[in-house]
């Protein structure tokens, strides 16, 4: 209609597992390890637009990608404390590119790889109080082929 293309249907060719295991070792301590795939699908805007500014792409395709985690728990009377490390990769991301005519277009350019740990320390100082200290760090970096070969070549000396 209005000659832009219709929407391509996604039908169930994605599919979430995840796995884990928590080996508690004593009582209040424990390790835990997670894996697995996820996906996301694109929004209703970024695949319709906002007639106004952003034009739409029906063709987007799904991002997915693959995570895990590892992690560890102590906990006391009144305190506990939770260390976790995470890692992620993700294909296919959708994101917000301007073309040629200066037009905002969704689209999926790159992959990407993220990894943090996460900290989180938690005390009930009485009876009706708890506080909590959480302090996370992360770091995302684009691990597409084209951008990872983007340096120049060395020059060729002429002989």
Partial sequence: YG???VPNQ?????AGLRLGYQW????????????????RQPTFQEKFGDRGFIIANPVLRNE??????????AEGRGWSADLQGFASETEDLITL???SQFVLVYRNTDR?????AEARLAAMTRVWTR???DFTAQRAVNASPASAGARSPPAKSGR
């Fill in 3 to 5: 000659g832009r293309l």
């Fill in 24 to 39: 508690r070792f004593a009582e209040g301590y424990w390790l835990s390890a997670q894996g697995g795939n996820a996906w």
């Fill in 64 to 73: 997915t990608g693959i995570n895990g985690s590892l992690g560890a728990h």
């Fill in 112 to 116: 990407a790889q993220v990894i943090g």
């Fill in 10 to 14: 996604e039908r169930g060719r994605n």
């Fill in 131 to 133: 506080s909590e200290l």
């Fill in 97 to 99: 590119t301007q073309n």
